[in-house]
């Protein structure tokens, strides 16, 4: 809760903020039919860099009680974190690893769904606010955590981590790209409410933020560290800075 309060925050001032300077209806509105960026992402079940993200929207023929809509398109490509990951440093290396992680959680989620124009912009100055709904499936690829292990004196050994040895003979973690090929796959469904903000200004290209919650179901629970509550829902409020251009 603490790590979601600033994200409202932060909505409600650019909100109060742009809705003050956009402008709803103007000789000079900013028009356009499609928009494809791309952006990173943070998250309240990430570290800073949470993932990448995707999106293309495409206008619609008819209008939402007045409102320009676009067909919303994305694709996110996720880490997804346990909230009990603490980075700890062995005596002996100095490395560092995370105790009891066993897996680790990376979630791709297409998605597809409205956004509508709540306010446009002058095509030249102004801050365009969307709303944005959007569902798909989420895709979990669940690799082991490999950590690296003093078996013997001048002896290392990297495996998956196992809670039956001791800590201390931890040396430190293995790397990232071990693991892959032990994979496995959970497949779930995923819902995003957002706001788009914007914040460009020039008419081809574009910078924005977009902000907002998403919830995610897995059929079962996905164990990501051992000893903890793990869950099969996870919920997250999300900030995506976006860069790309529009047409």
Same mark, same amino acid.
């Given at each position: 809760?603490s790590?979601i309060?600033?994200?409202?925050?932060?909505m409600?001032?650019?909100?109060?903020?742009?809705?003050?300077?956009?402008?709803?209806?103007d000789?000079d509105?900013?028009?356009?039919?499609?928009?494809?960026?791309?952006?990173?992402?943070?998250?309240?079940?990430?570290?800073?860099l949470g993932?990448?993200?995707?999106?293309?929207?495409?206008?619609? &023929?008819?209008?939402?009680q007045?409102?320009?809509?676009?067909?919303?398109m994305?694709? =996110?490509?996720?880490?997804?974190?346990?909230?009990?990951?603490?980075?700890?440093?062995t005596?002996?290396?100095?490395?560092?690893?995370?105790?009891?992680?066993q897996?680790?959680? $990376?979630?791709?989620?297409?998605?597809y769904?409205?956004?509508?124009?709540?306010?446009?912009?002058?095509a030249?100055e102004?801050?365009?606010?969307n709303?944005?709904?959007?569902?798909?499936?989420?895709?979990?690829?669940?690799?082991?955590?490999?950590v690296?292990?003093?078996?013997?004196?001048?002896?290392?050994?990297t495996r &998956?981590?196992?809670p039956?040895?001791? &800590?201390e003979?931890?040396?430190?973690?293995?790397? /990232?790209?071990q693991g /892959?090929? =032990?994979s496995?796959?959970?497949?779930?469904?995923?819902?995003k409410?957002?706001?788009s903000? =914007?914040?460009?200004?020039?008419?081809?290209?574009?910078?924005?933020?977009?902000?907002?919650?998403?919830?995610?179901? $897995?059929?079962?629970?996905?164990?990501?560290?051992?000893n903890?509550?793990?869950?099969?829902?996870?919920?997250?409020g999300?900030?995506?800075?976006?860069?790309?251009?529009?047409?």
């Amino acid at each position: 809760m603490s790590r979601i309060l600033p994200i409202f925050f932060l909505m409600s001032l650019v909100l109060s903020v742009s809705s003050a300077r956009a402008q709803n209806t103007d000789t000079d509105e900013d028009k356009y039919s499609t928009v494809t960026t791309y952006g990173v992402t943070t998250n309240t079940n990430s570290g800073i860099l949470g993932g990448f993200v995707f999106r293309h929207s495409k206008v619609l &023929p008819n209008l939402f009680q007045g409102k320009r809509q676009f067909r919303y398109m994305a694709l =996110e490509i996720v880490n997804v974190k346990h909230p009990k990951e603490v980075q700890s440093q062995t005596p002996y290396s100095g490395q560092r690893y995370v105790y009891n992680k066993q897996n680790y959680l $990376f979630v791709v989620r297409p998605q597809y769904g409205r956004e509508v124009s709540l306010f446009t912009r002058n095509a030249d100055e102004g801050v365009a606010i969307n709303g944005i709904l959007a569902v798909g499936p989420s895709i979990g690829i669940i690799k082991p955590y490999y950590v690296q292990y003093s078996t013997s004196p001048g002896q290392v050994d990297t495996r &998956p981590f196992d809670p039956t040895l001791q &800590p201390e003979l931890i040396v430190g973690s293995g790397s /990232f790209f071990q693991g /892959f090929s =032990e994979s496995k796959l959970t497949v779930g469904l995923n819902f995003k409410a957002a706001v788009s903000f =914007e914040l460009s200004a020039f008419r081809n290209n574009m910078t924005g933020l977009e902000i907002g919650f998403l919830a995610e179901a $897995f059929p079962k629970e996905v164990v990501i560290m051992n000893n903890a509550n793990n869950r099969s829902v996870y919920t997250s409020g999300f900030i995506t800075l976006y860069f790309g251009n529009k047409k």
